[in-house]
Every structure is written in structure tokens, then in C-alpha cells.
Nanobody, 126 residues
Framework: QVQVVESGGGLVQPGGSLTLSCVVSMVTFSNYPMAWLRQAPGKEREFVASISWSGRKTDYADSVKGRFTISRDNAKKMVMLKMNSLTPDDTALYSC???????????????????WGQGTQVTVSA
């Protein structure tokens, strides 16, 4: 059974930074694209960022482009999301997700979550 566990959320002031981490218990982790998704209260879940199985390609939502950076460490079976210049609009429950199909880029338009975790809360407030 695949387990996805996120950590690193918290309360941060506007303009601040946070780094989220996700550990995946999956033997074939390195073969799958990964993504971060988020859901704010009263809103639909939305795509934040993704990284291809190889790590060579990344994709970002327009709202976070230039501020967030996604990366992966296949040896540790981890995915990270470095978030800078946070604003109150970034407040949400952030979840890490595994794409359903191996050996794909997993861009925003085609990302299809197969597994995801419980999420970690990020609150941006003064």
C-alpha cells in the first residue's frame, strides 16, 4: 500500500518562506511524476506544481510561478516544495500526489493523481 506523508506546513507572515516535504512509501517512486496540490476553504482543489519522473521537467500554476520551486530526491523518495514571497492567497491545505502513470512528464494539464496524502496546512497571516 502506498503511503504519502506531507510535513513542513505552519503559520508564516506575508512575504515569508516555507519548505514543504513529502515522503512516499513506494518501491517504484522514481518512475512516477509527482505534484503538489492545494485546497483553500470553500474552493476547489488546484494544481500548484509538478515534476517529471526524471526530475528534468517542472510545471507551475501561474499564481506561484517564480515564487515556488518543486524538487525531488529519488534516493530518499521525497518531494519538496520551496515557497517564497508567500501571500494570504497561498493559505491552503497542501497535498502531495503521485501521478497514475509512470514515465510521463506530469504537466499541469495532464496530471492525474493516483495517490495523495492527508496534507499539511499552510497559513499566511500577519
Amino acid at each position: 500500500q502506498v503511503q504519502v506523508v506531507e510535513s513542513g506546513g505552519g503559520l508564516v507572515q506575508p512575504g515569508g518562506s516555507l519548505t514543504l516535504s513529502c515522503v512516499v512509501s513506494m518501491v517504484t517512486f522514481s518512475n512516477y511524476p509527482m505534484a503538489w496540490l492545494r485546497q483553500a476553504p470553500g474552493k476547489e482543489r488546484e494544481f500548484v506544481a509538478s515534476i517529471s519522473w526524471s526530475g528534468r521537467k517542472t510545471d507551475y500554476a501561474d499564481s506561484v510561478k517564480g515564487r515556488f520551486t518543486i524538487s525531488r530526491d529519488n534516493a530518499k523518495k521525497m518531494v519538496m516544495l520551496k515557497m517564497n514571497s508567500l501571500t494570504p492567497d497561498d493559505t491552503a491545505l497542501y497535498s502531495c500526489a503521485v501521478h497514475r502513470r509512470a514515465y510521463e512528464d506530469g504537466e499541469r494539464a495532464s496530471f492525474d493523481p493516483g495517490y495523495w496524502g492527508q496534507g499539511t496546512q499552510v497559513t499566511v497571516s500577519a
